[in-house]
């Protein structure tokens, strides 16, 4: 085999994802619905579950009715705060019923306990919280008051079981129950194409009409996750020809399938200032708080019959659990300072589903192990294009920051963002540590120096990628500056 003709992907690739090129319309139920192709990427490989087995109509019939709105346009369970004593009253235990949601071979069918997963914590955050969803309805100064520290058995029990089933921490997350397996589509021959064609399964609001902000809020991660397949297949591109030292050309190929699918992805994304109204969003953002760092929840929550009894602590849903720019940190050997936020970030890794904590570990690994980032800067075509997918990188970063911002930090004084992070400095740790690698990557590798600037004895190509950065560079110098402008007013006005 000559050195132009390596496997893609590398047998090392295919032992450890043996999936990975799969049709995932053939994939068995009993894979967890997370397993990664390079068809579905970070969404589930085929659309979850609307729903659950007959013995669990109890739990159903409670979701159904929950929303402050229902599908009918009715007031709901929570319009009236009677969420938690209806809970109560009907609600059987069924932890039975989960250990038998087996398929014929006796394996888990692991795609209906996620559906069942993803309904229990539906529940839960609303018995949980419905007491702060009160609290910010009725008070004048919209706080949120306390919410209750005993989660029942018949709750409690069942969500449990689904989640050592699953290697899940027992609480709502981001992927396996509030967004990525929380939609479904009005038309299958359409899909994921159309952004109108997604609706919600379950929602604590207004969600179920499908322009509401909160749909829209939920949606539009869906509708950027489903870019997710090509830029993992670029990553894997990356890494598997640098392992099997195969041509450069092939790398750089690997960092342009990984930008133009972030094109695609920060497209969608910023279709959330028109799918989701930033007016709106504190409404349904009570629902997706955690208990960890939470006034709320000050000594925890009860799971009666769990864990003989003590409190437990679990961190909130937060769109910070999504697996994109986790991967690109990887890939690119991002440094994260050795902070406290940073402690948070890596605590997030615990909420991703299994196959994409394995998948990004596999990625950090092995981008440590070849040297993605040094190989990437000893060329300057493959700098430039190392340096644009970090400009994904912060530009995703920084429209994050700007949802934090004007979504939450001008319109609440509450200080920790749903996950338990501080909602102030938490984002910009991230924001600045890419953008302060970027001003390295760039002044080290591609900026002018005095005497002879060469890279491979090629000046002329230097000078030429060069000047396809700069205004890129120069754009990040503004944004740090202004960063920190703005996190030290921030920080004065709120006490920080």
Request: proline share 7%.
């Amino acid at each position: 085999m000559t050195r132009t003709q390596v496997p893609f992907p590398s047998p090392a690739t295919l032992k450890r994802f043996p999936h990975i090129h799969d049709d995932p319309s053939t994939l068995s139920h009993t894979l967890d619905p997370f397993t990664i192709t390079t068809s579905s990427g970070f969404l589930p490989y085929q659309t979850a579950p609307t729903d659950l087995p007959e013995v669990f109509k109890p739990l159903v019939s409670l979701l159904e009715r929950l929303p402050v709105v229902k599908a009918d346009g009715t007031p709901g369970l929570l319009a009236t705060y009677e969420l938690g004593p209806a809970t109560e009253a009907e609600l059987p235990d069924l932890t039975d019923e989960v250990e038998k949601l087996v398929l014929t071979d006796g394996e888990w069918d692991r795609f209906t306990i996620t559906a069942v997963f993803r309904d229990y914590t539906f529940l839960a955050s609303s018995y949980l919280l419905e007491p702060c969803w009160e609290s910010w309805c009725t008070s004048a100064d919209r706080g949120y008051g306390l919410g209750r520290d005993v989660l029942p058995k018949s709750v409690a029990r069942p969500m449990y079981r689904c989640a050592q089933i699953l290697d899940l921490p027992p609480f709502m997350s981001y992927a396996a129950s509030y967004a990525l397996f929380n939609y479904t589509v009005t038309d299958h021959t359409k899909g994921l194409e159309e952004y109108s064609n997604l609706r919600l399964v379950r929602a604590f609001e207004r969600g179920l009409d499908p322009k509401s902000s909160e749909a829209g809020f939920i949606l539009t991660h869906v509708d950027m996750v489903k870019e997710t397949g090509s830029l993992i297949s670029g990553a894997l591109r990356v890494i598997d020809t640098l392992e099997q030292q195969g041509p450069r050309t092939d790398i750089n190929d690997g960092f342009r399938e990984i930008l133009q699918a972030m094109e695609k992805i920060e497209a969608s994304m910023e279709d959330m200032w028109a799918n989701s109204k930033p007016s709106e969003y504190l409404s349904f953002r009570v629902f997706i708080f955690g208990i960890t760092s939470q006034s709320m929840f000050p000594n925890g929550v009860i799971y009666d019959g769990v864990e003989d009894n003590k409190p437990l602590f679990f961190r909130g849903e937060s769109g910070a659990n999504d697996s994109i720019i986790p991967l690109l940190d990887h890939l690119c050997q991002i440094p994260m300072p050795s902070t406290p936020l940073t402690k948070i970030l890596h605590e997030f890794r615990a909420y991703r589903p299994l196959p994409h904590r394995e998948f990004l570990t596999y990625v950090r690994e092995k981008a440590e192990e070849i040297g993605v980032q040094e190989y990437s800067v000893q060329d300057s075509e493959t700098a430039v294009l190392f340096l644009r997918t970090l400009n994904h990188v912060r530009s995703f970063r920084w429209r994050h920051w700007l949802f934090a911002r004007e979504y939450i930090i001008r319109r609440t004084p509450h200080p920790t963002a749903t996950g338990g992070s501080p909602i102030v400095t938490w984002l910009p740790n991230q924001l600045s540590a890419v953008m302060d690698l970027m001003v390295s990557i760039y002044d080290r590798y591609l900026a002018p120096k005095e005497g002879a600037a060469t890279m491979n004895g090629q000046e002329d190509l230097i000078a030429s990628h060069r000047k396809q950065v700069e205004p890129m560079m120069e754009l990040v110098r503004d944004q740090k500056d202004k960063l920190a402008k703005e996190v030290e007013r921030w920080c004065q006005e709120r006490g920080v």
